[in-house]
């Protein structure tokens, strides 16, 4: 059965004031954007030459353009400061894509938690209000890095920054409301956005949104210790052992994928392949649905090295997290950036302690960037986790009955004209809000047309319609 959670846990009552003290201005004036004052005929002529008004903007450079259905799509480099409290500093360009449907059309700032992909996909709530969305990468993602890569500057609110900025720049062109969303660590960016900066935007849908507390969450071990069915958890289990009992037949299939371009020099192709075994569960939930498997396709323990390995390959991919070429590109500022503030799972490792050789070793202060100081502050994701439950307002959380990351998800109050939606057989992905039973469908889609001040346009659903439309998302977090 569906379930809309909310819950509160108990605070201390001066801890909240205490911390919330720097929320900044919570108040509803300046919350819709300025009225752009062109009448209809006027805004007809902008569509006709959106890209001149997009060439007008400030530090807007058009790297592509095209029609693609009934939208127009630009890919776009957008200068930033590197840090935003020195603007007259060093420069970087963020990239950017742009969904253009109408200037009069709501506006919904997808933050992405990392690198954005070239291709266009929409989110949910751009769907299903006919409207306009900017996609905005993360900092030091993609080719979005500042040259000097000083790590002090990728931090929580720099990043909110660059929205607020993205913001105050597209506003002066897309003058509707706008709403903001995001996926995983980009849930979670967008959640931080609206924090740092509460008037840019009306209301916020944040998909599967990650969060924990400390460097090892322990609330992760007890919910993988319950999560779905217990057949399909004994059978992980069997699988973890069986490849960790047979790791001197499987290390050597990793290894071999230095022909795919992958060295182990940093970790060793031993501790590697461990760390993905361990991960195994953990990674198996959080794309459950949208990955190619399911528990009818985990394997026996006795089936061969080749086989028992390509499920820990798809599962847990060794070569695309641990690997050289990984450790120092896209995982590297995932790494600093748990390592520092957004914290990061504890993968249990008690049952399998008797195989494990580097028991303890999954921290991400011990992995890249190296020589960097790391210091784990958790100040920024506490002040949002009060923030969230207290005031919040116009917030719609999408999480995932068999998500991990559900384990320690944020909560909302209603009573702020927030909810969160927990999908009971899914991991509160893209799709879940169009799939939910009536009357709550209804009911969630009136408020998100109200917060956009437009209205939802429901759409048909088939049979893996929706997951294929989002399959590309598969891998990012």
């Not at 690198?115 to 993602?141: C, M, S, W």
């Not at 944040?206 to 993988?224: C, I, K």
């Not at 361990?278 to 939930?285: D, G």
Request: proline residues 7%; aromatic residues 12%; charged residues 25%.
């Amino acid at each position: 059965m569906w379930g809309v959670t909310y819950r509160f846990r108990g605070v201390v009552g001066a801890l909240a004031v205490s911390l919330l003290a720097a929320c900044g201005d919570t108040s509803e004036a300046g919350r819709d954007g300025a009225p752009s004052g062109e009448t209809l005929s006027e805004a007809r002529a902008i569509d006709d030459d959106i890209r001149a008004r997009l060439e007008a903007l400030p530090g807007v450079t058009i790297l592509g353009d095209e029609q693609i259905d009934d939208f127009r799509f630009f890919t776009l480099d957008f200068e930033q400061p590197a840090d935003h409290r020195h603007p007259e500093g060093e420069k970087f360009l963020q990239r950017m894509t742009l969904f253009h449907r109408s200037v009069t059309a709501p506006m919904v700032i997808d933050t992405e938690g990392a690198e954005i992909f070239a291709e266009p996909i929409a989110a949910e709530p751009v769907d299903l209000l006919k409207g306009n969305q900017v996609t905005v990468e993360h900092r030091f993602y993609g080719t979005s890095t500042p040259a000097s890569r000083d790590w002090k500057l990728l931090d929580v609110w720099q990043s909110a920054a660059d929205a607020h900025r993205v913001v105050e720049v597209f506003k002066t062109i897309y003058g509707a409301r706008w709403l903001s969303t995001g996926v995983f660590r980009g849930g979670t960016a967008a959640l931080l956005h609206r924090y740092f900066f509460p008037n840019d935007v009306e209301a916020t849908i944040p998909y599967a949104e990650r969060h924990s507390l400390g460097l090892q969450d322990v609330r992760t071990p007890h919910f993988l210790a319950t999560v779905g069915d217990a057949t399909c958890r004994d059978r992980l289990k069997a699988v973890q052992r069986a490849a960790l009992e047979r790791r001197e037949e499987l290390t050597p299939l990793l290894a071999a994928q230095v022909e795919w371009g992958f060295t182990f020099e940093t970790l060793g192709v031993d501790k590697a392949f461990e760390f993905s075994v361990v991960r195994l569960p953990f990674n198996f939930w959080e794309y459950m649905g949208l990955a190619p498997y399911d528990c009818d396709t985990i394997p026996e323990p006795t089936v061969s090295a080749e086989e028992l390995f390509a499920f820990v390959d798809l599962v847990a991919g060794p070569a695309y997290t641990f690997s050289d070429q990984s450790l120092y590109s896209a995982i590297e500022p995932e790494s600093y950036q748990c390592a520092t503030e957004l914290g990061a799972p504890l993968f249990p490792e008690l049952e399998l302690r008797p195989l494990l050789r580097y028991p303890g070793g999954q921290v991400p202060t011990a992995l890249p960037p190296a020589g960097v100081v790391k210091v784990y502050n958790p100040v920024p994701l506490l002040k949002l986790e009060l923030w969230t439950r207290l005031h919040a307002r116009r917030v719609l959380i999408v999480d995932g009955a068999l998500s991990p990351w559900s384990a320690s998800a944020f909560g909302v109050s209603s009573r702020n004209d927030s909810y969160r939606i927990v999908d009971p057989a899914g991991i509160g992905f893209y799709g879940t809000l169009t799939a939910l039973p009536e009357p709550q469908r209804t009911f969630y889609f009136e408020r998100l047309a109200e917060w956009a001040d437009a209205p939802v346009h429901v759409p048909a659903v088939t049979a893996g319609k929706l997951s294929r439309s989002y399959e590309k998302l598969l891998r990012r977090r």
